[in-house]
Protein backbone atom coordinates (compact mmCIF):
# COMPACT_ATOMS: atom_id res chain seq x y z
CA UNK A 1 0.00 0.00 0.00
CA UNK A 2 1.47 3.34 -1.16
CA UNK A 3 0.32 6.38 1.04
CA UNK A 4 1.93 9.70 1.10
CA UNK A 5 3.70 10.61 4.15
CA UNK A 6 2.65 14.22 4.57
CA UNK A 7 -1.08 15.47 3.17
CA UNK A 8 -2.05 19.21 2.85
CA UNK A 9 -5.37 20.04 4.18
CA UNK A 10 -6.95 23.62 2.38
CA UNK A 11 -9.53 24.81 4.74
CA UNK A 12 -12.62 26.10 3.00
CA UNK A 13 -14.76 26.29 5.67
CA UNK A 14 -14.87 30.55 6.02
CA UNK A 15 -15.82 30.30 2.52
CA UNK A 16 -17.47 27.21 1.42
CA UNK A 17 -18.37 26.43 4.57
CA UNK A 18 -20.24 29.38 5.02
CA UNK A 19 -21.50 30.51 1.83
CA UNK A 20 -24.97 28.67 2.35
CA UNK A 21 -25.41 29.19 6.67
CA UNK A 22 -28.51 30.41 7.17
CA UNK A 23 -27.46 32.57 9.94
CA UNK A 24 -25.75 35.77 8.71
CA UNK A 25 -21.97 35.51 10.67
CA UNK A 26 -20.68 39.16 11.33
CA UNK A 27 -17.56 40.05 9.54
CA UNK A 28 -15.60 40.29 13.07
CA UNK A 29 -16.96 36.90 13.95
CA UNK A 30 -15.14 35.44 10.69
CA UNK A 31 -12.09 37.25 11.66
CA UNK A 32 -11.70 35.51 14.09
CA UNK A 33 -12.61 32.11 12.80
CA UNK A 34 -10.03 32.28 9.98
CA UNK A 35 -7.08 33.32 12.61
CA UNK A 36 -8.05 30.69 15.34
CA UNK A 37 -7.88 28.28 11.83
CA UNK A 38 -4.54 30.01 11.03
CA UNK A 39 -3.13 29.31 14.29
CA UNK A 40 -4.30 25.63 14.06
CA UNK A 41 -1.45 25.19 11.17
CA UNK A 42 -3.55 25.57 8.16
CA UNK A 43 -0.65 27.29 5.34
CA UNK A 44 -3.87 27.51 2.84
CA UNK A 45 -7.53 28.65 3.00
CA UNK A 46 -10.48 29.68 0.73
CA UNK A 47 -11.19 32.96 3.20
CA UNK A 48 -14.04 34.62 1.08
CA UNK A 49 -15.64 34.82 -1.81
CA UNK A 50 -16.50 38.36 -4.27
CA UNK A 51 -19.63 37.17 -5.58
CA UNK A 52 -23.11 39.02 -5.81
CA UNK A 53 -24.59 39.74 -2.11
CA UNK A 54 -28.25 38.94 -3.36
CA UNK A 55 -27.37 35.04 -4.50
CA UNK A 56 -24.70 34.47 -1.91
CA UNK A 57 -25.43 37.39 0.75
CA UNK A 58 -23.11 35.84 3.25
CA UNK A 59 -20.08 36.87 1.39
CA UNK A 60 -21.17 40.74 1.14
CA UNK A 61 -18.34 41.85 3.82
CA UNK A 62 -15.56 39.81 1.33
CA UNK A 63 -13.58 43.05 1.13
CA UNK A 64 -13.54 43.57 5.05
CA UNK A 65 -12.30 40.13 5.78
CA UNK A 66 -9.64 40.10 3.11
CA UNK A 67 -8.20 43.65 4.46
CA UNK A 68 -7.76 41.69 7.91
CA UNK A 69 -6.98 38.46 7.09
CA UNK A 70 -4.51 39.01 4.30
CA UNK A 71 -1.05 37.37 5.10
CA UNK A 72 2.16 35.81 3.70
CA UNK A 73 -0.02 32.32 3.15
CA UNK A 74 -1.81 30.90 0.31
CA UNK A 75 -5.37 32.70 0.86
CA UNK A 76 -7.89 32.13 -1.65
CA UNK A 77 -10.67 34.18 -2.76
CA UNK A 78 -13.50 32.80 -5.07
CA UNK A 79 -14.15 34.47 -8.05
CA UNK A 80 -16.35 33.41 -10.71
CA UNK A 81 -16.08 36.25 -12.87
CA UNK A 82 -14.42 39.11 -14.76
CA UNK A 83 -16.40 41.28 -12.21
CA UNK A 84 -15.23 39.06 -8.98
CA UNK A 85 -11.68 38.65 -10.34
CA UNK A 86 -11.13 42.56 -10.93
CA UNK A 87 -12.60 43.36 -7.14
CA UNK A 88 -10.08 40.39 -5.84
CA UNK A 89 -7.27 42.47 -7.80
CA UNK A 90 -8.27 45.78 -6.27
CA UNK A 91 -8.41 44.06 -2.91
CA UNK A 92 -4.54 42.68 -3.18
CA UNK A 93 -5.58 39.27 -3.63
CA UNK A 94 -2.90 36.66 -5.01
CA UNK A 95 -4.11 33.63 -5.03
CA UNK A 96 -7.73 33.19 -6.74
CA UNK A 97 -10.20 30.51 -7.40
CA UNK A 98 -12.69 30.27 -10.21
CA UNK A 99 -15.02 27.64 -10.80
CA UNK A 100 -17.15 25.27 -13.27
CA UNK A 101 -19.12 22.66 -12.92
CA UNK A 102 -18.68 19.61 -15.20
CA UNK A 103 -22.66 19.02 -16.07
CA UNK A 104 -24.15 21.22 -18.18
CA UNK A 105 -27.05 21.36 -16.30
CA UNK A 106 -25.44 22.34 -12.54
CA UNK A 107 -23.36 25.11 -14.00
CA UNK A 108 -26.93 26.49 -16.06
CA UNK A 109 -28.54 26.31 -12.79
CA UNK A 110 -25.65 27.80 -10.79
CA UNK A 111 -24.47 30.55 -13.44
CA UNK A 112 -26.83 30.70 -16.15
CA UNK A 113 -24.27 28.99 -18.62
CA UNK A 114 -23.37 25.69 -20.04
CA UNK A 115 -19.94 24.41 -19.00
CA UNK A 116 -18.26 25.26 -22.48
CA UNK A 117 -19.33 28.65 -22.47
CA UNK A 118 -17.76 29.26 -18.76
CA UNK A 119 -14.56 27.60 -20.36
CA UNK A 120 -14.99 30.40 -23.15
CA UNK A 121 -15.28 33.14 -20.72
CA UNK A 122 -12.71 32.00 -18.06
CA UNK A 123 -9.83 30.89 -20.71
CA UNK A 124 -8.78 34.76 -21.39
CA UNK A 125 -9.28 35.35 -17.48
CA UNK A 126 -6.99 33.14 -16.82
CA UNK A 127 -4.45 33.58 -19.09
CA UNK A 128 -4.37 37.34 -18.13
CA UNK A 129 -3.82 36.39 -14.05
CA UNK A 130 -1.04 34.05 -15.05
CA UNK A 131 0.43 36.91 -17.39
CA UNK A 132 0.43 38.88 -14.23
CA UNK A 133 1.94 35.93 -12.27
CA UNK A 134 -1.45 35.15 -9.82
CA UNK A 135 -1.52 31.86 -8.51
CA UNK A 136 -4.81 29.94 -9.98
CA UNK A 137 -7.42 27.19 -8.85
CA UNK A 138 -9.71 25.79 -10.57
CA UNK A 139 -12.33 24.11 -8.84
CA UNK A 140 -14.55 21.87 -10.82
CA UNK A 141 -18.24 20.65 -9.58
CA UNK A 142 -20.17 17.80 -9.88
CA UNK A 143 -16.96 15.71 -10.78
CA UNK A 144 -18.27 12.60 -10.01
CA UNK A 145 -22.06 12.84 -9.68
CA UNK A 146 -24.92 15.51 -10.79
CA UNK A 147 -27.82 16.29 -8.83
CA UNK A 148 -29.32 16.76 -12.35
CA UNK A 149 -28.02 14.64 -14.58
CA UNK A 150 -26.43 12.00 -12.58
CA UNK A 151 -23.56 10.04 -13.05
CA UNK A 152 -20.27 12.21 -14.68
CA UNK A 153 -18.06 10.51 -17.66
CA UNK A 154 -14.27 10.77 -15.79
CA UNK A 155 -13.32 11.50 -19.65
CA UNK A 156 -15.55 14.88 -19.24
CA UNK A 157 -13.66 15.37 -16.36
CA UNK A 158 -10.71 14.71 -17.55
CA UNK A 159 -11.57 16.94 -20.54
CA UNK A 160 -12.43 19.97 -18.53
CA UNK A 161 -8.90 19.23 -16.38
CA UNK A 162 -7.13 19.42 -19.33
CA UNK A 163 -8.47 22.49 -21.05
CA UNK A 164 -7.79 23.75 -17.26
CA UNK A 165 -4.12 23.29 -17.55
CA UNK A 166 -4.07 24.69 -20.95
CA UNK A 167 -5.13 27.97 -19.84
CA UNK A 168 -2.01 27.64 -17.42
CA UNK A 169 -4.00 27.51 -14.00
CA UNK A 170 -1.65 25.92 -10.65
CA UNK A 171 -4.22 23.35 -9.28
CA UNK A 172 -7.32 21.39 -9.99
CA UNK A 173 -9.69 20.81 -7.53
CA UNK A 174 -12.17 18.07 -8.27
CA UNK A 175 -15.20 17.97 -6.13
CA UNK A 176 -17.62 15.47 -5.21
CA UNK A 177 -20.17 17.77 -5.23
CA UNK A 178 -22.91 16.06 -3.85
CA UNK A 179 -21.70 13.54 -1.78
CA UNK A 180 -22.10 10.21 -3.98
CA UNK A 181 -18.71 9.11 -5.05
CA UNK A 182 -17.53 6.00 -3.80
CA UNK A 183 -13.91 4.52 -3.18
CA UNK A 184 -13.43 2.98 -6.58
CA UNK A 185 -14.79 5.90 -8.56
CA UNK A 186 -12.50 8.18 -6.61
CA UNK A 187 -9.31 5.97 -7.36
CA UNK A 188 -10.09 5.19 -11.02
CA UNK A 189 -11.00 9.36 -11.60
CA UNK A 190 -7.59 9.89 -10.14
CA UNK A 191 -5.66 8.11 -11.51
CA UNK A 192 -6.93 8.50 -15.02
CA UNK A 193 -5.82 12.31 -13.85
CA UNK A 194 -2.40 11.57 -12.47
CA UNK A 195 -1.90 9.89 -15.46
CA UNK A 196 -2.85 12.43 -18.30
CA UNK A 197 -2.30 15.52 -16.46
CA UNK A 198 1.24 17.20 -16.01
CA UNK A 199 3.07 16.42 -12.87
CA UNK A 200 3.80 20.26 -12.17
CA UNK A 201 -0.48 20.85 -11.56
CA UNK A 202 -1.63 20.27 -8.22
CA UNK A 203 -5.05 17.83 -8.06
CA UNK A 204 -6.63 18.25 -4.63
CA UNK A 205 -9.58 16.13 -4.16
CA UNK A 206 -12.76 17.70 -2.35
CA UNK A 207 -15.37 15.76 -0.87
CA UNK A 208 -18.56 16.30 0.44
CA UNK A 209 -19.94 13.98 3.45
CA UNK A 210 -23.65 13.54 2.54
CA UNK A 211 -23.46 9.49 2.80
CA UNK A 212 -20.77 9.41 5.14
CA UNK A 213 -17.93 8.61 2.37
CA UNK A 214 -15.80 10.85 2.36
CA UNK A 215 -13.06 9.71 5.00
CA UNK A 216 -13.11 6.44 2.90
CA UNK A 217 -12.77 8.16 -0.72
CA UNK A 218 -9.95 10.25 0.93
CA UNK A 219 -7.70 7.46 1.86
CA UNK A 220 -8.87 5.67 -2.07
CA UNK A 221 -7.37 9.15 -3.73
CA UNK A 222 -4.01 8.98 -1.55
CA UNK A 223 -4.15 5.35 -2.84
CA UNK A 224 -4.45 6.91 -6.53
CA UNK A 225 -1.26 9.09 -5.51
CA UNK A 226 -3.23 12.25 -4.35
CA UNK A 227 -1.91 14.14 -0.92
CA UNK A 228 -4.00 17.69 -1.02
CA UNK A 229 -7.50 17.59 -0.39
CA UNK A 230 -9.88 20.18 0.86
CA UNK A 231 -11.59 20.33 4.20
CA UNK A 232 -14.17 22.37 6.29
CA UNK A 233 -13.88 22.48 10.19
CA UNK A 234 -16.68 21.56 11.97
CA UNK A 235 -17.76 19.78 8.25
CA UNK A 236 -19.42 23.17 7.29
CA UNK A 237 -20.91 23.61 4.28
CA UNK A 238 -23.78 22.51 1.64
CA UNK A 239 -24.26 23.67 -1.75
CA UNK A 240 -26.76 26.38 -2.55
CA UNK A 241 -27.22 24.73 -5.96
CA UNK A 242 -27.06 21.48 -5.32
CA UNK A 243 -30.22 20.09 -3.88
CA UNK A 244 -29.30 17.35 -0.86
CA UNK A 245 -25.68 18.55 -0.82
CA UNK A 246 -24.79 18.05 3.02
CA UNK A 247 -21.08 19.63 4.36
CA UNK A 248 -17.73 19.18 3.59
CA UNK A 249 -15.94 17.04 5.14
CA UNK A 250 -14.98 17.46 8.66
CA UNK A 251 -11.04 19.09 9.01
CA UNK A 252 -11.14 17.31 12.84
CA UNK A 253 -12.07 14.30 11.16
CA UNK A 254 -9.64 14.23 8.36
CA UNK A 255 -7.05 15.28 10.73
CA UNK A 256 -7.40 12.52 13.29
CA UNK A 257 -7.61 9.58 10.71
CA UNK A 258 -4.41 11.31 9.21
CA UNK A 259 -2.71 11.29 12.41
CA UNK A 260 -3.75 7.68 13.65
CA UNK A 261 -2.24 6.47 9.82
CA UNK A 262 1.32 7.94 10.73
CA UNK A 263 0.26 10.85 7.67
CA UNK A 264 1.70 14.46 8.97
CA UNK A 265 -0.83 17.88 7.80
CA UNK A 266 1.03 20.13 10.08
CA UNK A 267 -2.63 20.62 11.86
CA UNK A 268 -2.90 20.99 15.62
CA UNK A 269 -6.03 18.77 16.49
CA UNK A 270 -6.68 20.48 19.76
CA UNK A 271 -6.47 24.20 18.44
CA UNK A 272 -8.41 23.43 15.02
CA UNK A 273 -11.45 22.11 17.72
CA UNK A 274 -10.94 25.10 19.14
CA UNK A 275 -11.99 27.16 16.31
CA UNK A 276 -15.25 24.65 15.69
CA UNK A 277 -16.30 25.54 19.14
CA UNK A 278 -15.91 29.31 18.54
CA UNK A 279 -18.00 29.28 15.06
CA UNK A 280 -20.67 26.36 16.27
CA UNK A 281 -22.85 28.50 18.61
CA UNK A 282 -23.31 31.11 15.17
CA UNK A 283 -24.22 28.64 13.38
CA UNK A 284 -28.07 27.66 12.37
CA UNK A 285 -27.31 23.90 13.07
CA UNK A 286 -25.05 21.71 14.98
CA UNK A 287 -21.26 21.38 13.28
CA UNK A 288 -20.93 17.68 11.93
CA UNK A 289 -17.69 16.56 12.72
CA UNK A 290 -17.42 13.24 14.88
CA UNK A 291 -14.24 14.61 16.74
CA UNK A 292 -16.09 17.94 17.87
CA UNK A 293 -19.03 15.87 18.56
CA UNK A 294 -17.14 13.33 21.07
CA UNK A 295 -15.03 16.33 22.68
CA UNK A 296 -18.66 18.05 23.31
CA UNK A 297 -19.98 15.00 24.98
CA UNK A 298 -16.85 14.51 27.18
CA UNK A 299 -17.01 18.14 28.61
CA UNK A 300 -20.57 18.07 29.30
CA UNK A 301 -20.33 14.38 31.09
Not at 141 to 170: N, R, W
Not at 184 to 204: A, G, Q, V
Not at 210 to 218: E, P, V, W
Not at 254 to 262: A, H, K, P, R
Amino acid sequence: MELPERVTLIEVGPRDGLQNEKNFINAKDKIHFISLLKNAGFQEMELTSFVSPKWVPQMQDAGTVIEHCMDDLRNFVLAPNKKGIDMAIEAGVKHIAVFVGVSDSFNKKNINKTTEESMNELRPLIEDLKRRGYFVRACISTSFYCPFEGKIDEHAVLKVCQDFEEMGVDELSVADTIGMANPIECFDLFTLLKHHLRSTTLITGHFHDTRGMALANIFASMQAGIDRFDTSAGGLGGCPFAPGASGNVASEDVVYMLSQMGISTGIQLDKLLEASAFISPLLSKPVSSKQFGLLKNVLQG
